[in-house]
């Protein structure tokens, strides 16, 4: 079975540019999460995607991030503009459904904001 | 409000040692409670969970981790520690009432020592 797909895994930008983060979750999976870590922390979930519903995105700072999951499957995140705060690895986690069952996580994308 | 607490930043132990990561919790409604691991440059990687049933938990690597009501507590445990099990390892509880969102401890990092 695939895991979660993720890409770029590696982003360098200078701050006020934009920049985009892909996802792809295991197959069959009805939930898609996206979370910020930041280094020597645990996860932040910034975005919880139930087939291609928003069921919370308290945490998004909605003024520069958007997230969209148009098919219920593959999701992008994009962060425009960039500051220099939101260098941070963004984590891709998917489960099979929204309630308590474990996440599977990507590789994650490291971005550093200059 | 619900809050996971790591209070060891880092634990070291030797080879072939028993160890102990611990984790205690706060929650309202039933805990759901989970273990992840993160390598360096690598994603969380699910390793157990306790959902009901028996309070002693066996996951993956042998790994194995106890549940105790009482002290809230959900602390991680191998009896026979190697090299390759240093990493960080993050606890994390969710339940109903927070629509079953994974609330992240801070991370312990283990070193393994030769």
């Known amino acids: 079975e695939a895991g979660v797909a993720q890409s770029p895994r590696y982003k360098i930008i200078e701050k006020r540019q934009s920049v985009a983060f892909w996802c792809n979750p295991i197959?069959?999976?009805?939930?898609l999460y996206w979370y910020q870590q930041i280094l020597g922390q645990g996860p932040k979930l910034l975005i919880q995607f139930q087939n291609n519903g928003v069921v919370d995105d308290s945490q998004l700072p909605k003024d520069r991030f958007s997230a969209e999951r148009l098919k219920g499957v593959d999701s992008t995140l994009k962060i425009q503009p960039a500051k220099l705060e939101d260098s941070a690895v963004y984590l891709c986690a998917s489960s099979v459904s929204g309630g308590p069952y474990e996440q599977y996580f990507g590789p994650g994308t490291r971005l550093t904001v200059t | 409000a619900q809050s996971v607490a790591q209070p060891e930043d880092q634990v070291n132990v030797a080879e072939g040692n028993p160890l102990t990561v611990k984790c205690t919790y706060s929650?309202?409604?039933?805990?759901?409670l989970f273990w992840y691991v993160q390598y360096p440059n690598r994603g969380l990687q699910f390793l157990l969970k306790?959902?009901?049933?028996d309070n002693l938990v066996k996951g993956s690597y042998g790994f194995e981790a106890e549940f105790n009501k009482s002290q809230t507590s959900f602390h991680l445990k191998k009896p026979s520690a190697l090299v390759s099990d240093s990493a960080l390892y993050f606890c994390a509880v969710s339940s109903e009432d927070s629509n079953y969102q994974l609330i992240w401890g801070a991370g312990t990092k283990l070193i393994i020592k030769p």
């Open positions: 929650v309202s409604g039933n805990p759901y």
């Open positions: 197959s069959g999976h009805a939930t």
């Open positions: 306790y959902i009901t049933g």
